[in-house]
């Protein structure tokens, strides 16, 4: 049972993570992919970083 309530909460975990970098990638006047990859843009990097470590604390708080 507590197999299933992880594998259940993991996915919950990405598809929170997803939903919010695409609503930051919404939000922001520039495409977070091409600054990320193509140009290379490592404050950004930085920036998308912190959001996924503060994504995943929020998440695993709302778990435990």
């Known amino acids: ?5 992880a594998f259940v ?3 919950l975990g990405i ?11 919404v939000l922001t ?3 977070l992919r091409k600054q990320l990859v193509e140009e290379k843009n490592v404050a950004l990097a930085i920036v998308v970083g912190a959001l996924a470590l503060s ?4 998440v695993a ?3 435990h």
């Open 55 to 58: 994504i995943a604390l929020i």
């Open 15 to 25: 598809v929170v993570f997803v939903v919010a970098f695409v609503a930051i990638d």
């Open 1 to 5: 049972k507590s197999l299933l309530a």
């Open 9 to 11: 909460y993991s996915v």
């Open 29 to 31: 006047p520039y495409n």
């Open 61 to 63: 708080s709302a778990i």
